[in-house]
């Protein structure tokens, strides 16, 4: 339990880095959030889909 809300804080905080960053930069706040979101999951591994959702992982997927 304690895992998947350190998991969801660091992600939320990642969000607004992003967006702050994007800001600063005057770019596109999307870029900046693809970029971070390409950067944390699958270049350094710094969250795993698969292990934070579990068997919800098929219903969020879906209704995105």
Known sequence: MD???IS????????ILSQL????TRLPSILIL??????????FGLFDPHALLGE??????SLS
């Open 3 to 5: 895992t998947i809300i």
């Open 8 to 15: 969801i804080v660091a992600i939320i905080g990642l969000a």
């Open 56 to 61: 919800l992982m098929e219903p969020v997927v």
């Open 21 to 24: 960053i994007a800001w600063f």
């Open 34 to 43: 693809i970029i971070a979101g390409i950067l944390a999951g699958p270049v």
